[in-house]
């Protein structure tokens, strides 16, 4: 320890030694906890009272744990003894499981055109029926130009006659809805397969 000029010790120095190094966190881990009280949790689960934070994050250090906030909006906030190093490790290989585990869904658009020849259609529907099998939704989109806007009811029938030679693999979510010069319709893929 160190003598100030006073002749007394320097509380800085016993001190410092104990604390460990500062973390680019949310200010609820040890020294950057703000309020003056909180509410004792051990990491054994036992309930030690309220007490002051000085006093609460010098127990937690001589058990050689942290004092984290996990309760920050109850009066007074919830603390707990705990290796934090060790949590937030335990987080992020939680939150990396479940990235690995969820499943992403795409939305694929098709376009078609009112008359369209068989070719092309088979083409499409081969292409459209990949996309539904991978999981991924399909967007079916027709646009009318010129005169083809007086025969909406022919893209519609395309469009009807798609989603039947898909109907094994996929249901149909919206049906074909006109906006303005534009057709679409979209299908799931059944749940299933």
Sequence with gaps: MNKNMNGGVNISDKYSQQIPAKRKDDGLVNEDIRSREVMVITDTGEKLGVMNTRAAMNLAWEKELDLVVVAPTAKPPVAKFMDYNKFK??????????????????????????????????????????????????KISIRFRGRELAYTSMGREVMLNYA?????????????????????MTLTPKKDK
Aim: with cysteine; proline share 3%; charged share 40%.
């Design 164 to 184: 039947a030679k898909c109907d094994d693999i996929a249901t149909i979510e919206s049906k074909p809805l006109q906006d303005g010069k534009s057709m679409f």
């Design 89 to 138: 490790y335990e987080q992020q290989r939680k939150m990396k499981e479940a990235k690995k585990n969820q499943k992403i869904v795409s939305l694929k658009e098709i376009r078609l055109s009112p008359k369209i020849d068989v070719g092309d259609f088979d083409t499409k529907l081969k292409n459209g029926r990949k996309f539904l099998e991978k999981g991924d939704k399909l």
